[in-house]
């Protein structure tokens, strides 16, 4: 049955994929937020697909915690669930992501309509140049920025090293972070598989960057988002 119910929510995907980078492509000439908000249709209509197939469903804590303006998301990764839910959730953003997911066809060329900000992580000091720069420009222009500092899906239970970039860009442009924790892994894991269960998400305050280096607030987020972690999965 959870093959299936998975099966049935793959199909969906790959059904509607092509028409929302239809659709992306289409929306060039117009703002980033606009256009953003445009393709981010895709993702808020799989998150109701997700839940029809496959009975994935979320719980949000600390909704009140979001600001009102433009700030940098740092959030746990556990699963390809957070690509698609923080687009249903919080206010139009960018996503600071490795280039070679914009030369995937189809999906990246989507992808790149959205104004990601793709860096090239084996370039050292010169990607958290281009962090800053491009971040700067996208926060500028209204868009949130979401960040996951261990770079990489982590499994339910495991932690990784929460790298340096996000706490840099919040620092060299004094924007707030929003810490983000949530146990998407234990619903869809790695994997084609997914299990039906509800997702917990929890909110932090933001955090304040005009008195912080980025080494302390990276410790900050890591201790934050990782006690919640030992919360959520202790439910």
Known sequence: MLFLRSCLFFI???????????????????????????????ARSMIC?????????????????????????????????????????????????????LWIPIFGWGLAMTSP???????????LKQLVTKGQARLAQGL????FP???RIAPNQRGKYHIGGAWLACHTQTPVLPVAHNAGSCWPKGFIKKPGLIKMHIGPPIQTTQLK?????????NWIEAEMQVLNAA
Not at 214 to 222: K, T
Request: hydrophobic share 50%; glycine share 4%; proline share 5%.
């Open 214 to 222: 980025a080494d302390a607030l990276n410790l900050q987020v890591e």
């Open 117 to 127: 900000i793709a860096i090239n992580r084996a370039s050292g000091r010169e990607a």
């Open 12 to 42: 969906g995907q790959m059904l509607t994929a092509p028409i929302f980078t239809l659709i992306a492509l289409l929306a060039w000439p117009l703002n980033p937020v606009t256009r953003n908000r445009l393709i981010s249709g895709w």
């Open 144 to 147: 949130w920025v979401v960040i």
């Open 49 to 101: 697909w997700l839940k029809i197939t496959c009975n994935i469903r979320h719980e949000i804590t600390g909704l009140e915690n979001m600001p009102d303006s433009a700030c940098i998301i740092l959030a746990k990764h556990q699963s390809t669930w957070e690509t698609f839910a923080f687009q249903a959730i919080f206010p139009t953003q960018v996503y600071v992501l490795k280039r070679e997911l």
């Open 150 to 152: 261990e770079g990489t």
